[in-house]
Structure formats: C-alpha cells, structure tokens
C-alpha cells in the first residue's frame, strides 16, 4: 500500500511576490497621492487665512490712527506747540502728511522704505492717560499719582479754552510732569492730561513697520510681515467737511489740514514662495474730527 504525503506551500512565487508588491505601489502611490493634495490644500488655505489675517491687521492699525488724526480732547481752539519741536511731525492741527511713493522721503523720516511704496504720518492726542491733576503752575502739572509718562515724550494738555503740546521733562516715577517753557495760561485742574502720538506707517522689508516719533526714543517696530504694498490718496474737503474732489496722490496736496478722508491700499503675500498667495486690500477712511 502506498502512503501519500501532503506537500504545504512554505513560500511564494516570484511571479506571486512580484504581483503583491507592484500592488502594493500601487496602492501606497495612491495614498501618497491624496497625502500631498491634502498637504497642498492645507497650505494653500492657510497661505489665504494668514493673508487676509494680515490685511485685517494693517487695515486695523491704519484705520485707528487715520480716524484718530488731529484729535485734542475737547479743546475747541489751535493747539499751541510749545515743545521746541517745529517739523510736521509736531503739528497737530494738521494731523495728517504723506508721502508718496515717487517723492523723495522728508528729512525727519528716520525709517528705510521699499521702493515705490507710500509714508503716511499720523497725529492726535487719543491716548487718555487717566491722569488727574491736582495742581498746577506756570510750567508743571501734579498729578495724584506717578505719571507712568516717560522723560522726554511728548504730552498734551487740553481744556475746552485751549490746549498745549510739551515735552515732559519729568521721570516716569514722578507725580508731575514739566515743561521747559511755561504754558501760556493756568490749567483747571479738570483739564485732560493726553499722550501725544506722531505715527509714520511704512513698508521695508515686506513688512509694515511703524515709528512713533512722540515716545521718547522713537524707534522702528514691526507689526505685520508679509506686506508688500503700501498706497494712500487722499480727498480735501469743503468747509462742511464734504468731500470735494477726487482722491489724489500727496503730491498733489497742497494744504494737509483740509484733507478729510484717505484711501489706504495695502497689499499682502503669504510666505510660501513656491506657491505664493497675494491679496490687496483697500479701505477709504473718514478722519472723525473733520467730518460733519
């Protein structure tokens, strides 16, 4: 009688091995695939998100600045500069000056800006310091606590009679601040003590950077990376503070104090060079204090 035996397979073929491996390829070609698409659209999304995160940012700084521009309290007069400071930087009643991109850049700009790009200058005493006065004499003011206002920065002090601009001589520490001329009249002690702001918005570097020559060291910070562009034209307005004509380069403005609107555009690319996203953004601005 013979015995036969069972012979179990104890590997594969190369002809088996060669077919689960190319389907094997083939399927980790596929899920590559969709990995890099997803990869891609991620990138692509968030290159879009941090964009308009960008644009949302400038417009934001630029848009409470501009609004901003010329404000004195309640001070219902000129403002009298009696800080020693005579460039445009520290006139308040023009609270506004730009600089186009084919002028050249004024003297007192301390910033580096990209070619072709816009300077805007900003001014207004919009930072309440919620100081209270408890005294005052020709060239001081004593408040009821530290200032927190740093030597050499630049103050407003303003009642509905009239107002000053000053440079504080005083430490931050003290509970006075001082000016190296004396005011032209004695301050109630319910008049406002305001942190005077002179604001260049710029681009250097793709990047909007800001300067703000009424703190006591001005120098250059960054805010957004990722801009490109920087173009502003502005309207005059008419004694009601309609607008009169349409909006123009700075070059063509002849009298700052009358501008009473400005049209920012500004231009901002995601960081990807590979596949680089660009938006522009524009935005026509109201300056509060000279509208109807």
């Given at each position: 009688m013979k015995i036969s035996t069972i012979k179990y397979q104890i590997g594969l073929s190369l002809v088996e091995l060669m077919i689960a491996m190319t389907l094997s390829l083939l399927?980790?070609?596929?899920?590559?695939?969709?990995?890099?698409?997803?990869?891609?659209?991620?990138?692509?999304?968030?290159?879009?998100?941090?964009?308009?995160?960008?644009?949302?940012?400038?417009?934001?700084?630029?848009?409470?600045?501009?609004?901003?521009a010329s404000y004195k309290g309640e001070c219902l007069s000129?403002?009298?500069?009696?800080?020693?400071?005579?460039?445009?930087?520290?006139?308040?009643?023009?609270?506004?000056?730009?600089?186009?991109?084919?002028?050249?850049?004024?003297?007192?700009?301390?910033?580096?800006?990209?070619?072709?790009?816009?300077?805007?200058?900003?001014?207004?005493?919009?930072?309440?310091?919620g100081l209270t006065l408890s005294a005052t004499t020709a060239n001081s003011l004593t408040t009821t606590a530290a200032t927190g206002l740093k030597q050499n920065s630049f103050v407003v002090i303003a009642d509905p009679v009239s107002c000053d601009l000053f440079k504080n001589n005083s430490a931050d520490t003290a509970s006075t601040l001082t000016s190296a001329q004396n005011f032209p009249r004695t301050y109630p002690t319910t008049a406002e003590i305001l942190q005077y702001?002179?604001?260049?918005?710029?681009?250097?570097?793709?990047?909007?950077?800001?300067?703000?020559?009424?703190?006591?060291?001005?120098?250059?910070?960054?805010?957004?990376?990722?801009v490109t562009d920087l173009q502003v034209k502005y309207a005059i307005g008419d004694a009601d503070g309609q607008v009169t004509g349409n909006y123009v380069d700075a070059q063509s403005i002849s009298n700052w104090a009358a501008v009473v609107s400005a049209q920012v555009t500004i231009k901002t690319s995601s960081l990807d060079v590979s596949n680089p996203t660009t938006r522009e953004f524009t935005s026509t601005i109201g300056i509060r204090n000279r509208l109807p």
């Open positions: 399927l980790m070609l596929g899920v590559m695939q969709i990995f890099l698409s997803s990869k891609q659209t991620y990138i692509a999304t968030e290159g879009l998100s941090r964009v308009q995160e960008n644009g949302r940012f400038a417009m934001t700084f630029l848009g409470y600045d501009i609004r901003n000129g403002i009298n500069n009696i800080s020693g400071e005579t460039d445009v930087r520290y006139t308040l009643d023009g609270g506004l000056y730009g600089v186009d991109s084919s002028q050249s850049a004024p003297s007192w700009f301390t910033g580096s800006r990209d070619t072709g790009t816009d300077v805007i200058l900003l001014k207004h005493a919009a930072g309440d310091t702001r002179s604001i260049a918005y710029y681009i250097e570097g793709a990047t909007l950077k800001r300067i703000n020559y009424a703190d006591a060291s001005p120098a250059a910070a960054e805010l957004i990376s990722g």
